[in-house]
């Protein structure tokens, strides 16, 4: 374990670091850049697909148990579509979340050729990770799943199959709204149903026979609770975490901040980029279908970490 002194001159020499990286690896940045993020880690993808199952299941009760045998026409329209659209707006933070390079440093990074090139003085300490073999910046983190250092990674998150770091920490925060707000707009309108169908005597709420409605809406409001509270909280959590500039591995090990913090308002711009528009929350903003494809087509190590 290093004494705090150690600690303190690695963390002063990483911001000469970071005055150096952006010049001196800009081509391995740039590399990075144009290769598609997926970590291949089993129970990641497992956790991946079933948030995507959940929340189909969702849509389906949804649409199928409670709205199409409405007939309140209006009723149906107006909360299918609003469903709907949570819903897509909901998995395509997923997806950003998932597919983003959270922030890696380039792996093995830390060679005699990269080092000549910082041109440090006699007597300066960086520091270098000794499990992908490169020069962590100032709070970077390694991932024992991504099997990389993150930029300000605040956790890996197996529900996203990432980390959550400097670049897709805005995707997450978008996540975690969408589905606390689709879960809320459930949970609504599971009581709306039920006292419909109480009311009707379970006659005609439903296509389906009033066993298979009652275990299809106690599932779906058990879902949409479990998911509501949790991604409350986690929203929570971020947003906070973000408005005091610290990660949530900097607050568990109590770090004392070392570099100038962006609190509140500046913090929020920082992470979601300028003034607070519709931008802000919309998981689609600076999405390039081709950009993409052409990742795709070069594959490259990042798409298997």
């Given at each position: 374990m290093?004494?705090p002194?150690?600690r303190?001159r690695d963390?002063?020499h ?6 150096n990286?952006?010049?001196?690896s800009?081509s391995?940045?740039?590399?990075m850049?144009?290769r598609?993020?997926?970590i ?8 991946a697909?079933m948030t995507?199952l959940?929340?189909?299941?969702a ?8 709205l199409?045998?409405?007939?309140d ?7 299918g579509?609003?469903f709907n659209?949570l819903?897509?707006?909901a998995?395509s933070?997923?997806l ?11 792996k093995?990074?830390a060679t005699k ?7 440090l003085?006699p007597g300066?300490?960086i520091?270098?990770c000794p499990?992908?073999?490169?020069i ?11 099997k990389?250092c ?9 529900w996203?199959?990432?980390c959550?770091g ?12 969408y589905?606390?707000l689709?879960s809320?707009?459930a ?7 039920f ?5 009707g ?9 009033p066993?298979v ?17 949790f991604t409350?909280?986690m929203?929570g959590t ?13 607050r568990l090990k109590?770090?004392?901040?070392t ?8 913090g929020m711009k920082?992470?979601?980029g300028?003034?607070p528009?519709l931008?802000w929350?919309?998981p ?7 950009r993409?494809?052409q990742?795709a087509?070069?594959g490259g190590p990042?798409?298997s970490?």
């Amino acid at each position: 374990m290093q004494s705090p002194g150690h600690r303190f001159r690695d963390v002063e020499h990483h911001l000469l670091l970071a005055e150096n990286d952006s010049n001196d690896s800009s081509s391995s940045e740039a590399d990075m850049a144009e290769r598609v993020w997926f970590i291949r880690d089993g129970c990641g993808m497992v956790c991946a697909i079933m948030t995507w199952l959940l929340v189909v299941y969702a849509d389906l009760v949804v649409t199928f148990v409670m709205l199409l045998p409405s007939k309140d026409f209006w009723y149906s329209v107006i909360n299918g579509i609003l469903f709907n659209c949570l819903a897509v707006l909901a998995l395509s933070s997923h997806l950003r979340t998932m597919l983003t390079d959270p922030g890696a440093v380039p792996k093995g990074n830390a060679t005699k050729e990269y080092m000549d090139n910082l041109q440090l003085k006699p007597g300066e300490v960086i520091y270098k990770c000794p499990k992908c073999r490169s020069i962590k910046p100032e709070r970077a983190h390694h991932c024992s799943i991504c099997k990389r250092c993150i930029r300000k990674m605040d956790h890996h998150c197996p529900w996203v199959n990432n980390c959550v770091g400097e670049k897709n920490q805005r995707f997450f925060v978008l996540f975690t709204m969408y589905i606390a707000l689709i879960s809320a707009h459930a949970l609504i309108l599971c009581g709306f149903q039920f006292f419909s169908c109480v009311q009707g005597q379970w006659t005609e709420c439903s296509d389906f026979s009033p066993p298979v409605t009652v275990i299809l809406m106690i599932i779906l409001f058990l879902e949409g609770f479990l998911f509501l509270t949790f991604t409350a909280v986690m929203f929570g959590t971020q947003i906070q975490s973000i408005c005091n500039d610290e990660t949530e591995i900097e607050r568990l090990k109590s770090e004392k901040p070392t570099w100038e913090r962006r609190l509140r308002w500046e913090g929020m711009k920082s992470v979601f980029g300028g003034q607070p528009s519709l931008l802000w929350i919309n998981p689609f903003a600076g999405f390039q279908i081709r950009r993409l494809l052409q990742r795709a087509k070069k594959g490259g190590p990042e798409f298997s970490v």
